[in-house]
């Protein structure tokens, strides 16, 4: 899969979790479509997809034992890192450390690793 292709993913997998597991409406901007997405965010979701391909690729699978927590974590801090790539004084949501997210985030991260997990090479 292109990394282009693995930004998809993540973004299309981002909206389909966070439709599933937020509380209530999310804001506008948590779903906004893949082609109205900015290209910063679209560079950080490709980032983060090749991080989560290298990571499994490099454990040659057995990071399949990971715990869903384990899985959550890891995007989560692959995120925080594009975010102080991408943003000299980032917002403060956009780099809380794992206990600091909503559970529907952690949710969501969870799913975004085990969507990559599950897509092809």
């Known amino acids: 899969m292109s990394e282009h292709d693995g930004a998809r993913l993540f973004r299309?997998?981002?909206?389909?979790?966070?439709?599933?597991?937020?509380?209530?409406?999310?804001?506008?901007?948590?779903v906004t479509p893949w082609d109205d997405t900015p290209e910063w965010e679209r560079a950080a979701a490709g980032a983060v997809y090749e991080q989560v391909r290298q990571f499994l690729d490099l454990s040659e699978g057995h990071?399949?034992?990971?715990?869903?927590?384990?899985?959550?974590?890891?995007?989560?801090?692959c995120w925080t890192a594009q975010m102080f790539r991408h943003f000299e004084d980032p917002k403060p949501g956009y780099v809380a450390d794992w206990p600091d997210l909503p559970k529907w985030q952690q949710?969501?991260?969870?799913?975004i690793f085990e969507a990559i997990e599950g897509s092809p090479n």
């Open 107 to 111: 949710e969501t991260d969870a799913d």
């Open 12 to 30: 299309e997998t981002w909206i389909s979790s966070v439709h599933k597991h937020f509380p209530g409406e999310p804001k506008p901007g948590y």
């Open 63 to 77: 990071a399949a034992r990971l715990t869903r927590e384990q899985k959550g974590r890891f995007v989560a801090t």
